[in-house]
């Protein structure tokens, strides 16, 4: 979809050429990684030269790389009991990884200005499920003084806060904790992620919020009717209410039937570039989180090929660099505490 015709005539090695220059001089951000749970896990640090999984430093170099929002998520074996303990174990190792001089903490506007240059990676510390919240008002204003500034209200199934998508009988909104959740994220500072919650519980919020969500990692319903991804109603209301979608690398969000492709993908982006303005649209992977990625998108060094489709694809510099990193700081520069 070439939206002012600047890179339509390139030729191929042009393109390559001038993708790779863009998309190093430009801000590049993943919005949504599992990448603390891969390391807890397996006992690596980001900085090791054997990565534990698909994100690592020499990954991240060579995938240019700038921001980066790494969700603590909790499994299923953890809750409800050990969720707190497992949170504040990633939260840990979060803190020990921007000890060096690799990685810094992304907290406020001021630290935005960190971003890029070929500095340290700025990393964003979310949690992916409100359970970690124990239904306690205080454990979110403890979490954000932790330095925790996103919160996935749900993942899939139900918590104090909402419904989760695969609640498909009960298919529940915000609860009356949900509701005043919101209100303190909107007071704190805090971005509030819709993806992963029930239908009702996304326009609940869309509703009640008085700063705009975004959904860190959801794709296209129209082109791939996974419960997980957004209609086309709801893509526009997000976006009417100045949020973002984070476009994912989830094989089954991207296709129900044939191969997983970076093509597929770039295919999400022009639809939801059609529909609601691609200054709406930014990349959360979810590399970390899935057991799969998409033929030729093996880990995040890969991102560049993201920048080189969407340039083949007729979309300017400009576009090309929101897409990939500016439109998601645009939202930061609104909501982080100053």
């Known amino acids: ?7 339509g005539n390139m030729g191929r090695a042009e393109r ?19 990448t603390l749970d891969v390391l807890l896990r397996t006992g690596k640090t980001m900085s090791e030269g054997a990565p534990a999984g698909h994100v690592c430093k020499a ?9 980066l929002v790494t969700a603590m998520w909790t499994d299923q074996r953890f809750r409800p009991e050990g969720t707190m303990h ?12 921007c000890d060096g001089s690799d990685f810094f903490a992304v907290l406020s506007r001021s630290d935005l200005d960190r971003l890029g240059g070929g500095g340290p990676i700025g990393l964003m510390l979310a949690i992916e499920g409100g359970e970690a919240l124990c239904g306690d008002l205080a454990m979110l204003r403890l979490y954000h003084r ?10 899939s199934n139900r918590n104090e806060l909402a419904d989760g998508i695969w609640e498909k009988s009960a298919q529940g909104g915000l609860t009356d904790f949900g509701h ?7 007071q704190l500072g805090m971005v509030i992620d819709l993806s992963h919650i029930s239908e009702r519980g996304f326009w609940d919020v869309l509703e009640c919020s008085k700063v705009p969500p975004i959904c860190s990692h959801s794709n296209a319903k129209r082109l791939c009717p996974n419960p997980r991804n957004l209609s086309d109603e709801q893509a526009v209301a997000l976006a009417e209410k100045g949020g973002v979608i984070g476009l994912t690398l989830c094989p089954p969000f991207l296709a129900q039937e044939g191969p997983a492709t970076l093509e597929v993908f770039l295919n999400h ?7 609601l303005g691609a200054h ?4 959360g992977s979810d590399f970390d989180g899935i057991t799969a990625t998409p033929e030729g998108l093996p880990n995040i060094s890969y991102l560049p090929l993201i920048t080189e489709g969407l340039l083949r694809r007729g979309y300017s510099d400009e576009t090309v660099a929101g897409i990939i990193g500016d439109n998601f700081v645009r939202l930061l520069r609104q909501q982080l505490p100053a």
Not at 59 to 67: A, Y
Not at 86 to 97: G, S
Not at 180 to 186: Q, S
Not at 280 to 283: A, D, R, S
Request: net charge negative; aromatic share 8%; proline share 0%.
């Open 269 to 275: 982006i022009d639809h939801f570039a059609g529909l």
């Open 146 to 155: 932790l330095g925790v500034r996103l919160l996935t209200l749900t993942w």
């Open 180 to 186: 005043k959740v919101v209100d303190f994220m909107n």
């Open 16 to 34: 390559v050429g001038h993708g790779a220059e863009m998309h190093a001089k430009s801000i590049v951000a993943d919005v949504h990684v599992d």
């Open 1 to 7: 979809m070439a939206d002012d015709g600047q890179t």
């Open 86 to 97: 497992r949170v504040m174990q990633m939260a840990d190792l979060f803190w020990q990884t």
């Open 280 to 283: 709406h649209l930014c990349i």
């Open 59 to 67: 990954f991240l170099k060579e995938g240019g790389v700038d921001l």
